[in-house]
């Protein structure tokens, strides 16, 4: 992964080589065609068996298509001058001749978020809230399931992973609902900055909103999980915007993106089905620094008795996979993987790179299927559907949420999961 603009960037490519030919650096001139090798630089091998060489593979407009911004760059290394065999770039896997090098992009800018599931209206919202009977104000909701006791579990935190805000979270188990019960007051601006939003969470200035959710065993029911959402003073919303841009702001249309793969909403009966409490994953969130309070270190007990809260709120095979791994004793385990992805380096880095950072929030929400990505074959099985998902086409990509998209494209992880679908020549352009 090369951060910047790749017109700026410059590749140092060395290694060892015991032949004696000339030794060429290629990279493909069109990222999506897999033969059009071009030679940009030329090396020989010293008395040592060493080579080494500088190259910038767009040092001018006219190699711009080489390496389009946030796309892939092949490159790899070829003696005969060229003609002959590529280098292995690990001497123990002789076939791994190509190296793809990634360049982070902004979103696409034409994407919509939160609208896998499709939104709805206030009004329908209003129904909604009458349809669960939902407690006017946060305190009423506080007082209706038995908030401010000791069974109370309580975090605040960055989630830096999808949502991008400062979050004051709050779980019971409730005698209301003979199941449990959340309120997350948050803090900050979608788009803002992570280091005003823990400055507004630790002085707990006038929040955005607090979003609260209730689960009413069996979870099999319709509206067996709800969602409310109350305003800066505590009053009812019947709307609530998670991101810049606003797309799907409806209650619970807009939650149901994340909560609940396999989720729908039926408006004839105000109904939610299929919604699901989700994992807390202290890897995907921030820790104030300059109060001890807040570390992860110091709320690690109040974060593992919310993750046992939402195994408490039936959580899918896939939640309780995670949660149980990452919580193999009272301290966190943050590199949980589970046995399936830990066969080979290839798919524990593909888990650890791309799936738990990017994918697994919302998808393990899956009751079933292979949208769970609980395998590799899983992943497999949905490689087309995930080149087109995140190849930038849109207007519904994944992953989804605008906060979460916005990390993915900015990092190596797009580049690392087509490798590992075996499709380096996708997303060439984007
Ligand atoms: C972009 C994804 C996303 C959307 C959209 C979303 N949430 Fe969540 N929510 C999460 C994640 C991830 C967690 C786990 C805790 C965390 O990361 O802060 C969570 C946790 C919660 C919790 C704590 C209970 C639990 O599931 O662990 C509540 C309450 C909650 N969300 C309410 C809502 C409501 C209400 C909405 C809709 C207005 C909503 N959320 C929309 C991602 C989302
Ligand atoms: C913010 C939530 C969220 C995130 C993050 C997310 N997805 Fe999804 N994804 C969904 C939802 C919702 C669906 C629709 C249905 C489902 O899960 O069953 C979906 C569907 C898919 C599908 C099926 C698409 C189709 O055409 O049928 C693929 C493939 C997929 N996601 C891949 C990914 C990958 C890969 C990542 C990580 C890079 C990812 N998703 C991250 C929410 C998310």
Same mark, same amino acid.
């Given at each position: 992964m090369f951060p910047g603009a790749v017109s700026t960037v410059t590749i140092h490519v060395a290694g060892t080589y015991t032949g004696d030919s000339e030794l060429a650096v290629q990279v493909l !001139?069109?990222?999506?065609?897999?033969?059009?090798w071009t030679t940009i630089a030329t090396a020989m091998a010293d008395a040592t068996q060493a080579f080494a060489a500088d190259v910038q593979?767009?040092?001018?407009s006219a190699d !711009?298509?080489?390496?389009?911004?946030g796309g892939v760059l092949r490159l790899r290394v070829v003696d005969g001058a060229g003609s002959g065999v590529a280098l292995p770039y690990d001497a123990n896997q002789p076939s791994l001749t190509t190296i793809a090098v990634a360049s982070p992009a902004g979103a696409p800018a034409d994407w919509q978020y939160l609208t896998q599931k499709a939104p709805g209206s206030d009004a329908e919202t209003s129904a909604y809230y009458t349809a669960i009977d939902a407690p006017t104000t946060l305190a009423a909701f506080q007082s209706t399931y038995g908030f401010?006791?000791?069974s109370e579990a309580a975090a605040k935190y960055y989630?830096?992973?999808?949502?991008?805000i400062g979050r004051d979270m709050h779980c019971v188990a409730t005698a209301a609902a003979g199941g449990v019960a959340c309120y997350v007051t948050n803090y900050g601006t979608f788009g803002g900055d992570q280091g005003s939003a823990i400055a507004a969470l630790e002085a707990a200035?006038?929040?955005l909103a607090t979003v609260a959710m209730v689960y009413t065993p069996p979870?099999?029911?319709? #509206?067996?999980v709800t969602f409310m959402v109350y305003g800066a003073t505590g009053s009812l919303a019947t709307h609530a915007q998670l991101?810049?841009?606003?797309n799907n702001v409806s209650i619970p249309q807009n939650c149901? #993106?994340?909560? $609940?793969?396999q989720s729908s909403y039926a408006a004839t009966s105000h109904a939610a089905t299929g919604a699901r409490f989700l994992q807390f994953d202290p890897n995907a969130f921030a820790f104030p620094t300059?109060? =001890?309070?807040?570390?992860l270190d110091a709320q690690q007990a109040q974060l593992a008795a919310l993750d046992q809260l939402a195994m408490q709120a039936a959580p899918t095979d896939a939640e309780q996979e995670v949660i149980t791994g990452s919580w193999?004793? !009272?301290? @966190?385990?943050?590199?949980f993987i589970p046995d399936a992805w830990n066969d080979s380096d290839h798919d524990a880095r593909l888990y650890t790179d791309v799936l738990a950072p990017y994918c697994r929030a919302c998808h393990v929400?899956?009751? =079933? $299927? #292979?949208?769970? @990505?609980?395998?590799p074959a899983d992943l497999m099985a949905n490689a087309d559907k995930t080149i087109a998902a995140v190849c930038?086409?849109?207007p519904i990509g994944m992953p989804v949420a605008q906060q979460t998209t916005a990390r993915f494209f900015g990092s190596g992880a797009r580049a690392l999961l087509l490798e590992w679908l075996g499709a380096p020549g996708a997303c060439a352009g984007q």
């Open positions: !001139a069109d990222p999506t065609d897999l033969t059009s593979p767009v040092d001018s !711009a298509a080489r390496w389009p911004q401010g006791g000791a989630n830096l992973g999808d949502l991008g200035t006038t929040p979870i099999s029911a319709p #509206n067996a991101d810049t841009v606003g149901i #993106n994340c909560h $609940g793969g300059d109060d =001890a309070s807040l570390t193999p004793s !009272a301290t @966190f385990d943050a590199s929400s899956n009751d =079933a $299927g #292979n949208l769970t @990505f609980q395998t930038g086409t849109g």
